[in-house]
């Protein structure tokens, strides 16, 4: 595993019970999850029939999402994924991390 993935994990390993703010800019898209972070499983994409599925960080516990109107929605699944090829942690502090993958760019924190 890469050291990067292994150091977000040890972050949000940190995190457990708390309620965290999840923000992700993908392409022109804005989303912002607040989520209870209860645990945090990793899925190596070798491991995995299905070729569509990368390696990610699986964070399960509860969230909301805002939606379009600004009100809260419960995700539709007791989990969140952060896909993580190409990793890069800009910045970890104790209350949050700013990280970047191909797919997008993420800034987690404390709420």
Do not use: C
């Not at 993908?26 to 990793?42: I, K, M």
């Not at 939606?67 to 090829?85: R, T």
């Not at 800009?90 to 949050?96: C, G, L, M, R, Y």
Request: no cysteine.
């Amino acid at each position: 595993m890469e050291q990067n993935v292994q150091k977000l994990i040890d972050w949000l390993e940190a995190q457990k019970q708390a309620t965290l703010v999840i923000t992700k800019q993908e392409l022109d898209d804005l989303d912002t999850v607040h989520f209870t972070l209860e645990s945090v499983d990793y899925r190596n994409a070798e491991d995995v029939i299905d070729e569509y599925l990368d390696s990610a960080l699986i964070l399960r516990g509860s969230g909301n999402t805002l939606n379009a109107d600004g009100e809260l929605v419960p995700l539709p699944q007791p989990s969140y994924e952060i896909a993580v090829s190409g990793l890069k942690l800009n910045a970890v502090a104790e209350d949050k991390a700013e990280l970047k993958t191909d797919r997008a760019v993420y800034s987690i924190a404390l709420s």
